[in-house]
């Protein structure tokens, strides 16, 4: 029930843009967005809710189609410091409980 | 700002050892988390509590059990240390509800 994200890995240059894909094979509730720094916690980036709605702050937003269960991270002129590993996560309500599944992640490097 | 604590960086136990893991938060969060982070396999959950003395196992509780006593402290325990229980082990809490996680700096634990 791990969510597939796609492309395990993305090399871009500075200023370049990024999308990072997120499909579940359950109904969601939500989706999160993480980012994680090698070494350290990962960072809450944003957070979507059912309705198809897309949020977004500086230059990195994101979409959540939940017909089709899948969330897109989009990041818009990358910067160096956007390198890291994202991980999305799907909330799934279990006994009565909401829990998040985390995908396996996807590496972003970005080079000057 | 949030800060969930976790109690060792860095832990070394032996084979058959009882482990315990300790994680605090200071932000009277409802939910509190226990994932363990493997290469390539992105953060699997182990056991999440949304409530004091409340326990719900996550995808991977096997060999695990976890204690929650007070609503700032949850505690992973390893029953009999074993060498496929060597991971990253992080813990994170949230209020009740559609907000993020926030996690502690992990503890990277060996099992010899």
């Known amino acids: 029930q791990q969510p597939v994200q796609s492309p395990q890995a993305v090399i871009l240059r500075e200023g370049e843009d990024a999308v990072i894909n997120c499909s579940s094979s359950?109904?969601?509730?939500?989706v999160h967005w993480y980012r994680q720094k090698h070494g350290e916690a990962p960072i809450f980036l944003m957070i979507?809710?059912?309705?198809?709605e897309q949020k977004g702050h500086d230059k990195i937003s994101a979409s959540f189609n939940e017909k089709k269960q899948q969330s897109s991270l989009y990041l818009t002129a990358s910067q160096l410091s956007y390198s890291g590993t994202y991980f999305c996560?799907?909330?799934?309500?279990?006994?009565?409980?909401?829990?998040?599944?985390f995908g396996q992640g996807t590496r972003l490097t970005i080079n000057p | 700002d949030v800060k969930v604590t976790q109690s060792s960086r860095y832990l070394v136990k032996r084979t058959g050892e009882k482990v315990f893991l300790e994680c605090v938060q200071d932000?009277?969060?409802?939910?509190m988390f226990w994932y363990r982070q493997d290469p390539g396999l992105g953060l699997r959950l182990i056991y999440f509590?949304?409530?004091?003395?409340?326990?719900e196992k996550g995808d991977i509780p096997e060999g695990y059990s976890v204690s929650r006593e007070k609503k700032e402290r949850f505690s992973l325990i390893l029953e009999s240390a074993s060498t496929n229980q060597t991971s990253m082990y992080l813990c994170?809490?949230?209020?009740?509800?559609?907000?993020?996680?926030?996690f502690g700096s992990g503890t990277r634990l060996t099992v010899v």
């Open positions: 996560g799907t909330e799934i309500r279990a006994q009565g409980a909401q829990k998040l599944v």
């Open positions: 932000m009277d969060h409802e939910n």
């Open positions: 509590s949304y409530d004091v003395k409340m326990k």
């Open positions: 359950k109904a969601l509730y939500s």
């Open positions: 979507l809710l059912k309705g198809g």
């Open positions: 994170a809490s949230s209020l009740l509800g559609p907000y993020g996680y926030t």
